[in-house]
Each structure stands twice: as structure tokens, then as C-alpha cells.
């Protein structure tokens, strides 16, 4: 049974352009979780989606910051124009179920490099 | 809003020796589970332990084991005989009653001595 599986492992771009981090829950698991983590920091919530639909984005900046899980595919967080900010380590976490007392499941993360 | 606070930025433990990692929480949801994640050098988080508000004993997992003291509100982790692959931050988290995301500790970050 895969994990979570999110590509690329490491992302380069250069200010102004766009990023897009791709995330694959565990097989079976319908509740995905997007956080940001910077250098020397803890995980900061972002943004937490079911299929097709977002739940709560509480934590996802207002600008330039978006989010889906659509039907097919896996779920996708994209950074429109990138500044030097936006580098950290963004990682995707899956659940089987909204029951407070499972664990959330992370992939390896993407650590997004601005340049 | 719930809170996780861990004071420890930083901590040594002599390798076989054990070790303690604090953490304290803040909620008024009488239902949460606490969790505990490594997070070694390479990056990936690591689910170690688990504690629910409701359990009666203090989970354990191999090495790991939970102190739980529901009434101060704390969950430290004990890692006993720790080698020196334990290495690594490890981060107290907090499953919310909305939304049901984690919270998270800043961290502490464990080095073991040989």
C-alpha cells in the first residue's frame, strides 16, 4: 500500500513564475491537508480539501495561493508568481476519515526553491 | 484556538540513555487525540505515537511511550534507551475538533551523544 506520494521532491523557479506541487493520497484515504513548513519552523496549516470540494482554507495566503482535489487525479497546490517568501518545504498529509483520533499520513514533501 | 507549546528548543541525551521531550496543550474540546512526529534530517514526518483524551492507560510504542496528565493538560514523550539514529526534530501535534487538521509544536530538536 503506496504512501502519500508527492512530486517533485525538489522544485526551482525563479521569481514570477508559477509553482505546482502535486499530491496522491493514500489509496482509500478522501481528506487531504496542504502545510508549509519554513526553515527551522514547525508545520503551518494551509488548507484542507475533500474531492472537489475545499473545506477549510484558513491558512492558505489570499493571494496567489490555490488549492483543488478534483474528481481524478491527485490534489494540487499552485503559487502563482513566486517571490523569495514562498521557498520552504510544503508537505501534503492524507486521512481515511475525519475521526480526530487517526493520524494524518505526510508524503515526503516538496522543497520549493525561489531564485 | 488550540495550542500546542513545546519549551524545548533544543536537547541532548547521552546515546542508551532516556529522554524526555515536553509538551503542553490548550483546548476546550473535551474529545482530541495527541500526536507525536519525527522528523529526521532527511526531511519526512514520521507518525511515532498516539494518545487519546479519553484513554485510561498512557500509550506506548516500542521505545516510545506517552505521559499523559490530562488535568495539565500535557503529553510529553519518553524515548527510552535512545540511539543514535533518535537523532532528529520531533514535533507534538493536536487533532482539532473543526476541520479536524492538526495543530503543531514548534518543535525540539533531539541530538544523541555516543
Known amino acids: 500500500n503506496a504512501g502519500v506520494m508527492q512530486n517533485p521532491r525538489h522544485l526551482v523557479r525563479r521569481r514570477g513564475q508559477e509553482a505546482r506541487l502535486r499530491c496522491s493520497p493514500m489509496?482509500?484515504?478522501?481528506?487531504v491537508y496542504w502545510y508549509r513548513q519554513l526553515p527551522e519552523e514547525g508545520l503551518k496549516f494551509m488548507v484542507y480539501?475533500?474531492?472537489?470540494?475545499?473545506?477549510?482554507e484558513s491558512g492558505m495566503p489570499k493571494e496567489r495561493f490555490s488549492a483543488e482535489f478534483p474528481k481524478e487525479g491527485p490534489s494540487i497546490l499552485r503559487i502563482q508568481q513566486v517571490v523569495r517568501g514562498d521557498s520552504a518545504a510544503y508537505f501534503c498529509?492524507?486521512?481515511?476519515?475525519?475521526?480526530?483520533?487517526?493520524?494524518?499520513?505526510f508524503g515526503n514533501g516538496t522543497r520549493l526553491t525561489v531564485t | 484556538a488550540q495550542k500546542i507549546t513545546q519549551t524545548q528548543p533544543g536537547m541532548f541525551v547521552q546515546e542508551k540513555e532516556a529522554v524526555t521531550l515536553d509538551c503542553t496543550y490548550d483546548?476546550?474540546?473535551?474529545?482530541?487525540?495527541l500526536f507525536w512526529y519525527k522528523q529526521p534530517s532527511s526531511g519526512e514526518m514520521i507518525f511515532l505515537i498516539y494518545?487519546?483524551?479519553?484513554?485510561?492507560q498512557n500509550a506506548t510504542e516500542g521505545r516510545y511511550s506517552l505521559n499523559f496528565q490530562k488535568a495539565r493538560k500535557s503529553a510529553n514523550l519518553v524515548i527510552s534507551a535512545s540511539q543514535l539514529g533518535d537523532s532528529a526534530m520531533y514535533f507534538c501535534?493536536?487533532?482539532?475538533?473543526?476541520?479536524?487538521?492538526?495543530?503543531f509544536g514548534a518543535g525540539t530538536i533531539l541530538r544523541v551523544k555516543s
Open positions: 480539501l475533500q474531492k472537489e470540494n475545499i473545506i477549510d
Open positions: 489509496k482509500g484515504h478522501s481528506h
Open positions: 494518545q487519546g483524551s479519553y484513554d485510561q
Open positions: 501535534a493536536m487533532r482539532e475538533k473543526y476541520g479536524n487538521k492538526l495543530v
Open positions: 483546548t476546550s474540546d473535551p474529545s482530541y487525540g
Open positions: 498529509a492524507s486521512s481515511p476519515s475525519l475521526d480526530r483520533n487517526s493520524p494524518l499520513h
